[in-house]
């Protein structure tokens, strides 16, 4: 052993033990805490010197924290109920308070009853006072006089997107000079309006289960009562479209794979439908389905019907879920499916 060797032997070997110890000391509860993250699907709560697992939330197959809350609304027997679409994209259900609705034809007149309504897609709508301009000024615009035509053209310009449907209309007009003055200007505007404009319809149109009818909603508002405001006044031109449902209204579905997809969205929504049981759709689900199932198979499986039995089932639609369960229930045979899905249930 050389003098050197000899002489710092020992300290230099007790220093690095120690470096050691202290570093192993540091290396293992950062490991540990790091095993246990990775354990915990990296969900750990962190307090001083503890590393604890967070507690695990089972979510139940019907819950979707996503989802709107539904908002059920039983209809009395002769109450009609509506689904409104408003244009700064929001919705509501509410209680419609009107017996019929007006439309105005190219063949007049009409009053359909409400209960026969099942859509309606309104028109995007300007106020009295800008109506009455823009009225005004293509009446000008398809004046036999040079002068009248000539201030009329730059006003309807400068009305903008006030006066784009409008000009839209008259360019299908019959008068074919003022068909083609309008079109024109409607031209010149494409540019300017807002996109969500230039795919407006430019009619009110009115859909009951065998007809349409397009042309002019005579209203400016809507008297309604929701859960939320009691008795209220829509105004149509807040409105983008409405559903309508009426308690006595039944919809048939007469194949064995028709589904409910024609309703997603209508969350909450109550429909009688007649159907008759079968036992070859497909069904996903259990208690609740998907909408993409066999309204008729599921019918049998939820025991709600026979197979061959007709009858009138109700459905509501529910919020999206993100699992359905399946199961073999009364002859019928359900798939899972995972992943979210617009959903609904029998009621009882």
Request: hydrophobic share 40%; net charge positive.
């Amino acid at each position: 052993m050389s003098p050197r060797t000899a002489r710092h032997g020992k300290p230099f070997g007790w220093l690095a033990l120690a470096a050691s110890c202290i570093g192993l000391g540091i290396w293992l509860p950062a490991r540990a805490q790091f095993d246990r993250q990775e354990e915990f699907g990296g969900k750990a709560v962190k307090m001083p010197g503890i590393v604890r697992r967070a507690p695990v939330q089972v979510q139940d197959e019907d819950s979707n924290p996503t989802a709107p809350a539904e908002t059920p609304l039983d209809l009395k027997p002769g109450e009609i109920a509506m689904l409104a679409n408003f244009r700064d994209g929001g919705s509501l259900r509410m209680k419609l308070r009107a017996k019929t609705i007006p439309i105005v034809t190219a063949y007049g007149k009409l009053e359909i009853p409400a209960e026969d309504v099942q859509a309606i897609e309104f028109a995007p709508r300007v106020s009295e006072e800008d109506a009455r301009k823009v009225k005004e000024a293509i009446g000008r615009l398809s004046s036999a006089k040079p002068e009248d035509r000539n201030a009329a053209a730059p006003e309807l310009f400068n009305l903008k997107e006030k006066a784009f449907i409008a000009l839209v209309r008259a360019s299908r007009s019959k008068d074919k000079d003022l068909a083609k003055r309008a079109n024109e200007l409607v031209d010149d505007l494409r540019e300017l309006v807002p996109p969500a404009l230039l795919e407006a319809p430019v009619q009110d149109t009115l859909e009951t289960e065998d007809s349409r009818f397009a042309g002019d909603i005579p209203l400016t508002s809507v008297e309604a009562t929701s859960l939320q405001f009691g008795n209220v006044e829509l105004k149509l031109a807040d409105l983008k479209s409405v559903s309508i449902e009426s308690n006595s209204r039944v919809t048939e579905i007469r194949n064995i794979n028709g589904n409910l997809t024609q309703f997603e969205g209508q969350i909450g929504r109550v429909i009688r439908l007649r159907v008759t049981g079968a036992s070859g759709g497909p069904v996903w689900g259990t208690g609740t389905y998907t909408t993409q199932s066999s309204l008729a198979s599921a019918a049998v499986h939820a025991g709600v019907l026979r197979e061959g039995q007709t009858g009138i089932v109700r459905v509501r639609i529910k919020p999206p879920q993100q699992m359905f369960n399946q199961s073999f229930q009364n002859g019928v045979g359900s798939q899972r499916f995972f992943g979210q899905h617009a959903a609904f249930t029998f009621v009882r």
